[in-house]
């Protein structure tokens, strides 16, 4: 046998996966959706992509499909529909193993058969390598190799250098606490040199202290590392603090995506707002070029919306500056007073609006105050609802089937002069009469005019709140119907609990409803 | 005072009546006699008749290897069948796991009977291969039944967490669920044996007829009441209580020892 050269080629030349430069796309996530069990829907066509070398988080609350967006750049489910690329291939449905990808689970999954080192050299045994010789003859010719015995060793080594568990190897799973288990968990992942770590709330299970200290060290390893680090968390601090980019998540759906710093200043909607920091949320109306009004009064602000455009106003705590009752744009009473440590967190009740103030001064309750707001300190965004809009039908009994429920409503408004006779039938104002039944129609419900009970029968649809959002003076809550899923938008000034299973009504002068087009023309 | 003296009472009366009759066995297999219940002197002729014996000898290793050749197959097929429910989807893994528990509960010589017309027709009755298929729908559920608690309490991402560092679904298997289930089949195994060493009516209703393990031969031996035609039984049936004894008091000691080092 001629002796063979050995020339290794680095393993990131492995495989055909296409090599990425940084800044990139690597990860491209095409009209994702993923459903589970053919109804609940976990992640609601998604697009997104991530560039080599980023560290990127997906921040939602429990149950915005985070973690499934996750699991499906992994690999350990398949979307429903939609594509996924890896530097522009499709790896779709291609199984984890065969993934540059590797993952540190929320709760480690240590193996506890294992041994530290056995547990971080695993991926290493498996993996293979191609090695190019050089025969007799003069020719190359590439061979796929396991790794060396002491290869394993050097990485496995230097994998737990990297987290700060030098002469671990030896130890036993158990024998670990939390924080220790952690940093094996991240040892095991980046020592197989993945191009992407994906990282499931790796600290929720840690001590505050601990996740601090862990915040630090991720970040400072994802810069020595230069590796894209797709990171998932509740937290919002977290993620702010961490992250290149944000991607925060509600219902399966991408909120907004941005730096922390455009997320925090620029929400893209109240939900944002309300998730990312404190935030003081009001109703407002455009009253002029950059002019919002909102708590009784006139401001000057940065955004440009159109002319009595409703719109969501967020002032941030911090912004607003305390004044002498007099001298404040707005004036109102100190409702109570909270030391935060570094601050104080003041309420101050203006007029029927509640105005949260973050101070490093202090005040006392029952003061009377004014506070200023300056144009840079308020974040004006498209309001999402400003009315209810639905499809529905007109019933034998002449009323309007919506929503997953039946409204009693004035079918009369559909036709102009119209009126109704003994039997039902509607009467035009030339005359003509007209059997409403079926009728196609919009239906049209402002967000003031629907109430809810407690009494569920007592509503013409019936629901569970699914979200409730603070809005200053009053909350906006959303009402789900369980067979189609439909939405009614309200406000209310009372309080009620997510969950609740409550009944809507809608006074039948409030359903404004309108000929569908084609019905018209018939 | 009274009240501790009627507590201890009442737990020796308890194991007398349960230990009893095998220390009566016992007692007995040290003595000549034919007939159960003769005292004829102290002596070990039994035990030298039945080391002596070569047909025991051979019903023995017969029992022995069956039992071992029943429990390794159950093992196989019960971890694989635990493994294939608990990984398919809720409608499909529920209704098969409570299939897979049915012959638990049924009654064992209803079990026998089917077998043997089932083997009847397909005319393999009697023979070693209905035997050891006997002995494996005897223990296979068995097997089931330990390994899937194993399986339940296994971090299920520990799988996903093999895969992810680039094992494929088999490796996964043997490297990770295979190791961390391990317990729940070496139980599973163990259970097997006992269950087949010291089965009867499935063995009486599916063995060939030149073939006897331990129970038939005894069975046969002893029909017609105390008046045993080979006493030497007596001594085997002493010594495998003895046997039992010490493998329980080993695994439990053993176990006991294991608690008190992880603390």
Sequence with gaps: MAELKKAKKPPEAAGALPTVKKDEKIIEMVGVSKVFDDETVAVDNIDLYVRKGEFITFLGPSGCGKTTTLRMIAGFDIPTSGKILLGGRDITDLPPNKRPINTVFQRYALFPHYNIYDNIAFGLKLKKIPVTYVNDKGEQYTKMQKLTRREIDEKVKNALAVVDLEGFEKRSVSTLSGGQQQRVAIARAIVNEPEILLLDEPLGALDLKMRKEMQIELKEMHRKLGITFIYVTHDQEEALTMSDTVVVMKDGQIQQIGTPTSIYNEPANAFVADFIGDSNLFNGTMVGDRTVRFCNRNFKCLDDFEINEKVDVVVRPEDIRMKEAEDGMLKGEVVSVVFKGVHYEITVMVGKTEVVVQSTECRTVGETIGLDILPDGIHIMKKEFTVNKYDGYITKRNTAAFGDGEFACDVTQLYPGSHLDEEGYLITAEGEQIDLTDTDVTVEVGLQNIEITDNAEEGGAQGHIVSIIYKGDHYQVIVRTEENEEDFVLDTEYLWNENDYVGVKIAPEHIRLALKQETKQK | ?263
């Design chain 2, 1 to 263: 005072m009274v009240k501790k003296i009627l507590s201890v009472a009442l737990c020796a009366a308890v194991l007398i009546f349960i230990y009893a009759p095998i220390l009566l066995l016992v007692v007995y297999s040290f003595t000549d006699a034919t007939v159960i219940g003769r005292w004829e002197g102290f002596s070990f002729g039994l035990y030298a008749q039945l080391f002596r014996s070569e047909e025991i000898m051979r019903i023995l290793l017969n029992t022995v290897v069956l039992a071992l050749a029943a429990a390794a197959l159950s093992t196989v097929l019960g971890t694989a069948g635990a493994i294939g429910i608990f990984y398919s989807k809720k409608k499909v893994g529920a209704p098969l796991k409570g299939i897979s528990q049915i012959p638990i509960i049924n009654a064992e010589i209803v079990t026998a009977i089917s077998l043997a017309l089932l083997f009847s027709f397909v005319a393999l009755y009697r023979t070693y291969f209905s035997l050891i298929i006997g002995h494996m729908v005897l223990c296979t559920p068995f097997v089931v039944l330990s390994v899937m608690p194993k399986l339940k309490q296994m971090d299920p991402n520990v799988y996903e967490a093999a895969l992810d560092l680039g094992a494929g679904p088999t490796k996964a298997l043997f490297k990770v669920v295979i190791p961390q289930t391990f317990s729940g089949i070496l139980s599973g195994f163990m259970l097997s044996v006992t269950l087949s060493l010291d089965d009867y009516i499935v063995t009486a209703f599916t063995k060939p007829r030149t073939f006897d393990t331990i129970s038939t031969y005894v069975y046969n031996a002893v029909k017609n009441g105390t008046n045993s035609s080979t006493p030497a039984l007596r001594a085997l049936s002493a010594l495998i209580f003895v046997v039992m004894i010490a493998a329980v008091l080993v695994v439990n000691l053993s176990a006991r020892k294991k608690k008190e080092a992880s603390r």
